[in-house]
């Protein structure tokens, strides 16, 4: 079992890697632990003792692994990475590809001044920056290329990522040192931009612009041009009512609001002026009506428009805002549903009840899988990936960049082809997991074999170029962006979290905020850059 052939010796000993190094990823020295990386030094422990898989099973759990892996991450990041590309995230954006250019100018120049081959040098690269998938892609990309693997790939991988996990968190102390930051002023500037890089702000006001008084709610919405919805009206004092298009608007009412954020200061400025009356305040103002967040569970519903519904009409209910992937976002007529969305709704019990019989409203269906669209997506995936995009030198996705690039479509668009692209985060991760350890002890049983000789011969100094490789962006960019951006240093330690795609240099960068603003920016750069680096990476072996 430990040292033999077959198909029931390979499948033991992936089993017996992965219950190693995953326990092994329960290790945490100094609050750090390497997740899952463990599996693949438990990998090349294996394989360094004897413990060998055959070429062909190991290369098709290798690369099932990865599909899988890679597939899981795109349709998690599916529904954001097009939402992130809105006007409020293009400067992080910006930024965070910087870093990655950076990290790739950085990697070709000590691959010039050193000598050491580009390849392994963009394995060094891809431990940098603590990501797996592009390993992943720069190792299957060599394949395609040169027509052989090149183990010098992961073991400079496996001897980069620890380096890289730790490279991003010393840049932050050097960045505190070097910019003179204040915690407690950055924490007094946090209060002021708590509620900025949100899609959704709600608030009240009173009206106080002779000019519109009188008007209906769809004339208000046609002159300030502007995307809100206005939820509830009080007329001197009166019990509130749900607004629609014809509802008109008087002097000194009192209305609930819900935009985007960077509309507040204008509707204001029309409208009237805010009052200090919180949204469960109105809930003792509104009598009878009651605002309750449904999910999306009907299967018929995924795809639909609130504009082929009509709830305002038929129920007399409002749409305030959906939640989406943990998002609110403002509704608009021509807004598709998906399974899994949460709506808020507010109006009477009876209307309500009606509404969540309509959407369905049942959290037991969204624990069912379905794996339809997981697997059409994967072959849809394979399938795009394989095809060469350039012939000469011959360019394709592969199995890391196109299966990825299929689950962010999916994820995005996969209700305009009837689709349920909706998995629990459970189930998601869990997915995620399995592909991504078949993955990484399938990688290091592969590479097991010389990886000690050839750590000891001189690869040790991959450290010292992971440490260049990552730190020299990330002191760049957050110069850069503290200088010329002006941005605060909660947001900067997020956005070069993301931009390493480093979970724990966020979690730390959490902690010393106390709060989610970290967070926030490193969820508006980490789809685009887990896609880009996924993409750069193969692009430089490609052109080798």
């Known amino acids: 079992?430990?040292?033999?052939?077959?198909?029931?010796?390979?499948?033991?000993?992936?089993?017996?890697?992965?219950?190693?190094?995953?326990?092994?990823?329960?290790?945490?020295?100094?609050?750090?632990?390497?997740?899952?990386?463990?599996?693949?030094?438990?990998?090349?422990?294996?394989?360094?003792?004897?413990?060998?898989?055959?070429?062909?099973?190991?290369?098709?759990?290798?690369?099932?692994?990865?599909?899988?892996f890679v597939f899981s991450i795109g349709l998690q990041i599916g529904p954001g990475f097009f939402a992130s590309l809105r006007s409020g995230g293009l400067k992080l954006m910006w930024l965070s590809l910087l870093v990655m250019l950076l990290g790739v100018g950085v990697t070709y120049l000590i691959a010039w001044l050193t000598g050491t081959p580009l390849q392994t040098m963009v394995g060094v690269m891809d431990g940098a920056a603590a990501n797996t998938p592009a390993m992943g892609a720069t190792q299957q990309a060599y394949m395609d290329v040169a027509g052989v693997d090149d183990k010098s790939i992961p073991m400079s991988f496996a001897v980069a990522y620890p380096i890289g996990i730790v490279a991003t968190i010393l840049a932050f102390f050097l960045l505190k040192f070097l910019l003179r930051v204040d915690w407690n002023r950055e924490n007094d500037e946090l209060k002021a931009l708590s509620n900025e890089n949100r899609f959704a702000a709600k608030f009240s006001l009173e009206v106080t612009n002779r000019q519109i008084d009188g008007m209906s709610v769809s004339e208000l919405r046609a002159l300030i041009a502007r995307q809100f919805v206005i939820s509830r009206i009080s007329h001197d004092g009166n019990k509130a009512f749900i607004a629609d298009s014809e509802s008109r608007v008087y002097c000194g009412d009192k209305l609930f609001i819900v935009s985007n954020t960077e509309d507040k200061t204008a509707i204001l400025a029309f409208l009237g002026v805010e009052v200090a009356m919180l949204e469960d305040e109105w809930g003792e103002f509104d009598g009878k009506l009651v605002s309750r967040r449904i999910v999306v569970t009907r299967s018929k519903i995924n795809g639909k428009r609130f504009s082929d519904l009509r709830l305002r009409t038929k129920y007399g209910i409002n749409i305030t805002r959906v939640n989406r992937a943990g998002v609110d976002i403002i509704p608009y007529q021509g807004m598709e549903l998906q399974i899994g969305d949460k709506v808020m709704v507010v109006g009477s019990e009876s209307a309500i009840e009606k509404v969540a019989d309509l959407l369905g409203n049942s959290l037991k269906k969204l624990h069912q899988p379905h794996i339809l669209t997981i697997f059409l997506g994967i072959a849809l995936g394979v399938f795009i990936g394989s095809i060469p995009l350039v012939e000469s030198p011959q360019i394709k996705l592969g199995l890391a960049a196109g299966p990825m690039l299929m689950a962010i479509v999916i994820g995005r668009f996969g209700t305009h082809w009837h689709l349920i692209t909706y998995t629990t985060l459970s189930a998601n991760l869990m997915l995620r997991e399995i592909g991504l350890s078949m993955f990484l002890a399938s990688v290091g049983l592969a590479s097991g074999d010389g990886f000690v000789d050839a750590v000891v011969s001189g690869g040790y100094v991959w450290m010292l170029y992971a440490l260049l490789i990552a730190i020299v962006p990330l002191l760049v960019v957050g110069i850069f962006a503290r200088l010329v951006y002006r941005l605060d240093f909660y947001t900067i330690m997020g956005m070069l979290s993301g931009s390493m795609t480093n979970p724990i240099a966020l979690t730390y960068a959490n902690g010393v905020a106390g709060s989610d603003m970290p967070a926030i920016s490193y969820a508006t750069v980490y789809p685009f850059v887990m896609f880009l680096r996924v993409v750069?990476?193969?692009?430089?072996?490609m052109f080798l």
């Open 1 to 68: 079992m430990l040292f033999g052939e077959g198909i029931p010796h390979s499948i033991f000993v992936l089993a017996v890697v992965i219950t190693i190094g995953t326990a092994l990823s329960k290790i945490k020295i100094g609050g750090i632990s390497l997740g899952s990386t463990w599996v693949l030094f438990a990998g090349i422990a294996a394989s360094h003792f004897g413990m060998q898989i055959g070429g062909d099973v190991l290369g098709f759990a290798r690369d099932f692994g990865l599909t899988i």
């Open 536 to 541: 750069l990476a193969q692009m430089m072996i």
